[in-house]
């Protein structure tokens, strides 16, 4: 299905199942289909909303810079929400959209039930050159994607073993990044790498988080681990679970581990034990 935000942008979504809706928002560049292994067993105890945000996967793609924000897109992730009737609903993101869940949960405190934080940060991630990303914005709009994509496969900025061994061992993984990657206009790249980049750090406003969260990281991913870490001591009653054999992407490189986490949280949630 599709749902319209306020600017007239189409974002494709996916619906699964029964119960407690649980909207799950992915990174960047990444698609909907980042979360389709666990979708399944999510959607036995949940309405699972999974989605594009704009400028990736197959949503609508606008053209021009200023259609492009951490903040707008946390804008069309409430949108999303309502667009499905949906007053109260639990997230749960990765990655970038770690950094869009993060403002929505702090512009509409009232409407998150639960907060699962995966691979994510509460500003800038540890490591990222502010001038390498603004070296790359460049190449994106001057040189294209292809030009970009050589670059970063060279460089492997989230390169783990875990990771490697994903794309060794697991058939069209490789391919299907690369169709993520090239889905999204250079505008859209350049433009979201920057906010990404030169954010906030909105840790201490995290404070102020009042439903039951839960903080994922793979072990191995090191840009992410001082933020995680950070979350799950700031935000009150915060769970951090640090997934075995998992780098930027626990829930494809270690299921099991992830899901197990995810489900318990879940349950604990249901029952109001989460606290």
């Given at each position: 299905?599709?749902?319209?935000?306020?600017?007239?942008?189409?974002?494709?979504?996916?619906?699964?199942?029964?119960?407690?809706?649980?909207?799950?928002?992915?990174?960047?560049?990444?698609?909907?289909?980042?979360?389709?292994?666990?979708?399944?067993?999510?959607?036995?105890?949940?309405?699972?909303?999974?989605?594009?945000?704009?400028?990736?996967?197959?949503?609508?793609?606008?053209?021009?810079?200023?259609?492009?924000?951490?903040?707008?897109?946390?804008?069309?992730?409430?949108?999303?929400?309502?667009?499905?009737?949906f007053?109260?609903?639990?997230?749960l993101?990765?990655?970038?959209?770690?950094?869009?869940?993060?403002?929505?949960?702090?512009?509409a405190?009232?409407?998150?039930?639960a907060l699962?934080?995966?691979?994510?940060?509460?500003?800038?991630?540890?490591?990222?050159?502010?001038?390498?990303?603004?070296?790359?914005?460049?190449?994106?709009?001057?040189?294209?994607?292809?030009?970009?994509?050589e670059?970063?496969?060279?460089?492997?900025?989230?390169?783990?073993p875990?990771?490697?061994?994903?794309?060794?061992?697991?058939?069209?993984?490789?391919?299907?990044?690369?169709?993520?990657?090239?889905?999204?206009?250079?505008?859209?790249?350049?433009?979201?790498?920057?906010?990404?980049?030169?954010?906030?750090?909105?840790?201490?406003?995290?404070?102020?988080?009042?439903?039951?969260?839960?903080?994922?990281?793979?072990?191995q991913?090191?840009?992410?681990?001082?933020?995680?870490?950070?979350?799950?001591?700031?935000?009150?009653?915060?769970?951090?679970?640090?997934?075995?054999?998992?780098?930027?992407?626990?829930?494809?490189?270690?299921?099991?581990?992830?899901?197990?986490?995810?489900?318990?949280?879940?349950?604990?949630v249901?029952?109001?034990?989460?606290?």
């Open positions: 299905m599709r749902v319209t935000t306020d600017d007239g942008v189409g974002l494709e979504v996916s619906v699964s199942g029964e119960g407690p809706p649980l909207v799950m928002v992915h990174g960047f560049p990444g698609a909907k289909e980042d979360f389709t292994d666990q979708v399944p067993a999510l959607a036995e105890h949940a309405t699972v909303v999974t989605f594009d945000l704009r400028g990736h996967g197959e949503s609508d793609k606008p053209e021009t810079a200023d259609a492009y924000s951490l903040d707008r897109l946390a804008l069309d992730t409430l949108q999303i929400a309502d667009g499905l009737g007053e109260r609903f639990r997230l993101e990765h990655s970038m959209g770690g950094m869009v869940v993060r403002r929505a949960v702090l512009h405190p009232d409407r998150i039930e699962v934080l995966m691979d994510t940060t509460p500003g800038p991630p540890d490591g990222i050159d502010p001038d390498l990303a603004n070296a790359g914005a460049v190449i994106a709009l001057e040189d294209g994607m292809e030009v970009l994509r670059i970063l496969d060279e460089m492997d900025p989230l390169g783990t875990a990771d490697r061994r994903l794309r060794a061992e697991r058939p069209g993984y490789v391919e299907y990044g690369r169709r993520n990657f090239f889905a999204v206009p250079p505008v859209a790249y350049a433009t979201l790498l920057l906010d990404i980049v030169h954010q906030p750090d909105e840790l201490e406003a995290l404070r102020s988080v009042s439903c039951p969260t839960l903080v994922i990281v793979g072990e991913d090191e840009p992410f681990l001082r933020g995680s870490r950070s979350m799950a001591e700031t935000i009150p009653g915060a769970e951090l679970v640090v997934v075995p054999d998992a780098g930027h992407s626990p829930q494809l490189e270690n299921p099991p581990a992830w899901l197990d986490a995810m489900e318990r949280f879940l349950a604990r249901d029952t109001g034990a989460a606290r």
